[in-house]
């Protein structure tokens, strides 16, 4: 991908393209919202039979599969993935319709998901109530919540063609709901009787999985209903969640169709690992939770000046991001941070308060100065402030290649003076992970528990996964493991301290001296 816009932009003069991950679309035109559809399986090949005869495509236990180490991989034929069929688009004419699975077509069509590098023992992963969490039962039913308008408005094409075959081989019958608006997931999770599904599978971008975490966080029973499972599947314009699941499953990185194919193929083994999240706290008193990112100056602008191109799909990132750069601009603010090396158990003194929710234990409130033991970074002009608890900004943005780390995220800053060139260098080595090893002056990371972020003028908004926010004072802090997903191993990340790469160990810059 890098080769081929490096020269279009060389030619043409013009900086070459990044792609952060975007807003998805939660608006259907009038006349074209739909209700639930839901699957029930028939005429599919019986799993059951299929591991009795050891044909088993999706078995519950990894190791079963003659994978190396346990490792999950695609069913393999000739070191390919098992074929499935295209079936065609469902045609939606009533609500609550019920559709039927139908067996595989003659014109099938084979997918390669990629190789898994190799993995050690797993360990079994204990919940908050210190017992362990089992994968998800076979047979089980799970909530499909999909939005037909995200990414190129192909969402539901892909779900018939991809992911509803893989399913009914699996033993996943499905109701399938149709977002038709902003904010529409959220309400619908808000209300539901969470009982009825085993899973809540999203097939969108990253900003639905973000209305998902937040309607779930409000309910009354948040505390139960954050534990029900989740699970990525990628059909937005950036996907970074489902990219970042795809690395930590051992897939090499892939995208579009390719993606898909490996994110369902993690749902049809059923595996489960813990996730954190951010919980972010603004001047305004808002409280909302991020399961990826929150990016402030250069990143959170691409988001807004891609906007009025969102029917180009990924596209309107490299429209986005050409504008951008032609008009480079800083942003002035100040930020502090706990970095993880110091956690310790020292903690504020009045931590801020919580109506709902968890409480935030290594954060004040606004109003306050930032705890003695933080460290303060002086106001100054920055180009971009970035957040970041995956590996992934984007299903080709390799943003964080030091690895996952539990109870922490990735803490990444630009300062004002790097020239456009050198900003173009390091996120076209982005795609490949290699950014940190140009060693640039102007780029700063640091693993860190919780931040706090000031603007000090008008510029800029925040993208918290993508969705867009005013430009105010915010802070946030790591709830570790705070909820589940799908995946394709049980262990938990490692701990605090980052590790290397699996593919290659990241030579990192330590971050300059700040004030503490």
């Avoid at 969108?204 to 954050?226: C, F, K, Q, Y």
């Avoid at 008009?327 to 158990?345: F, I, N, Q, V």
């Avoid at 990735?410 to 790097?418: K, N, P, Q, S, T």
């Avoid at 900003?423 to 860190?448: I, N, T």
Wanted: with cysteine; charged share 20%.
């Amino acid at each position: 991908m890098a080769t081929h816009l490096l020269g279009f932009f060389y030619a043409s003069g013009l900086p070459s393209p990044w792609r952060p991950p975007g807003r998805c679309v939660r608006t259907l035109s009038p006349g074209e919202s739909h209700g639930a559809l839901t699957h029930r399986r028939a005429g599919a090949r019986d799993p059951r039979k299929d591991r009795l005869s050891g044909k088993d495509p999706f078995p519950l236990d990894p190791a079963t599969a003659g994978n190396d180490a346990g490792a999950p991989t695609a069913p393999a034929t000739d070191g390919e993935g098992e074929p499935h069929s295209r079936h065609r688009d469902a045609r939606l004419g009533s609500t609550d319709k019920e559709l039927k699975s139908g067996a595989a077509a003659a014109d099938s069509v084979r997918t390669a998901p990629g190789t898994s590098r190799q993995r050690g023992p797993r360990g079994q992963v204990m919940d908050a109530a210190g017992g362990s969490r089992n994968p998800l039962p076979r047979p089980c039913h799970v909530l499909v919540l999909l939005n037909p308008r995200g990414g190129k408005g192909k969402a539901l094409k892909l779900f018939w063609s991809h992911v509803q075959p893989l399913l009914a081989q699996a033993d996943v019958s499905f109701t399938l709901m149709l977002t038709e608006r902003r904010n529409h997931a959220r309400e619908l999770v808000r209300a539901e009787d969470l009982r009825r599904w085993d899973a809540l599978v999203v097939m969108s971008g990253d900003g639905l999985i973000h209305e998902v975490v937040n309607g779930l966080m409000e309910r009354p029973d948040w505390e139960t209903a954050i534990q029900k499972p989740l699970c990525s599947l990628p059909a937005g314009s950036g996907n970074a969640v489902a990219a970042s699941l795809n690395h930590y499953a051992g897939y090499e990185q892939v995208t579009n169709e390719d993606l898909l194919t490996n994110c369902t193929q993690l749902l049809c083994r059923r595996l489960l690992a813990p996730m954190d999240l951010l919980s972010l706290q603004t001047a305004c008193g808002q409280r909302l939770f991020s399961v990826l990112s929150l990016a402030w100056g250069f990143i959170a602008d691409v988001d807004l000046d891609s906007e009025k191109f969102r029917r180009l799909g990924e596209m309107r990132f490299t429209l986005g991001t050409c504008l951008r750069l032609a008009a480079l601009r800083t942003y002035r603010g100040s930020l502090a941070y706990l970095p993880a090396e110091t956690l310790a158990s020292r903690r504020g003194p009045s931590p801020a308060r919580a109506p709902q929710g968890p409480a935030d234990t290594h954060v004040v409130p606004l109003e306050q100065p930032v705890p003695p033991h933080w460290t303060v970074v002086p106001e100054q002009d920055f180009v971009l402030v970035l957040a970041l608890l995956h590996s992934h900004l984007a299903s080709e943005l390799f943003t964080a290649p030091m690895g996952p780390m539990a109870g922490a995220m990735h803490l990444f800053y630009v300062r004002a003076g790097v020239s456009r060139a050198t900003l173009l260098r390091l996120f076209l080595a982005m795609e490949k992970g290699r950014h940190m090893e140009y060693h640039c002056p102007h780029l700063v990371y640091v693993p860190v528990v919780a931040f706090r972020l000031e603007p000090k003028d008008r510029k800029g908004v925040f993208a918290v996964d993508g969705e867009l926010l005013i430009s105010e004072a915010v802070q946030g802090q790591v709830l570790p493991n705070h909820f589940w997903m799908v995946s394709g191993c049980r262990e938990s990340p490692p701990s605090l301290k980052p590790q290397p790469s699996p593919r290659r160990k990241s030579q990192q810059r330590p971050p300059p001296a700040e004030h503490p």
